[in-house]
Nanobody
Framework: QVQVAESGGGLVQAGASLRLSCAAS????????IGWFRQAPGKEREFVAT????????YYADSVNGRFSISRDNAKNMVYLQVNSLKPEDTAVYYC????????????????WGQGTQVTVSS
């Protein structure tokens, strides 16, 4: 079992950058794929990015590809989401989630979720 907790959100202007962090507990962190999802007010939760347990495989939603970058440090039980060139439409609560299955854009494939961190982008 693993627990995750997000941090690093904030209020920024369009074009700014943030680094979101996902801290995990558990000795078998490298066994878990980590996904980032986001949910804007009145909208469904959507996939953002995912990374395999080893960190060697990852992919992004089309809407963030080229602007966001996911990475992990298994020695520190951390996953990071570097978010650049932020747009007002990126405003949402960002969640990280852990799953012991293959990487997926489906939120049902992840078993452990954090409470989320708010990212607000002003125009």
């Amino acid at each position: 079992q693993v627990q995750v907790a997000e941090s690093g959100g904030g209020l920024v202007q369009a074009g700014a950058s943030l680094r979101l962090s996902c801290a995990a507990s558990g000795r078998t962190f490298s066994n878990y794929a980590i996904g980032w999802f986001r949910q804007a007010p009145g909208k469904e939760r959507e996939f953002v990015a995912t990374i395999s347990g080893s960190g060697g495989f990852f992919y992004y939603a089309d809407s963030v590809n080229g602007r966001f970058s996911i990475s992990r440090d298994n020695a520190k039980n951390m996953v990071y989401l570097q978010v650049n060139s932020l747009k007002p439409e990126d405003t949402a609560v960002y969640y990280c989630a852990a799953g012991d299955k293959a990487v997926s854009r489906r939120h049902a494939m992840y078993d452990y979720w954090g409470q989320g961190t708010q990212v607000t982008v002003s125009s």
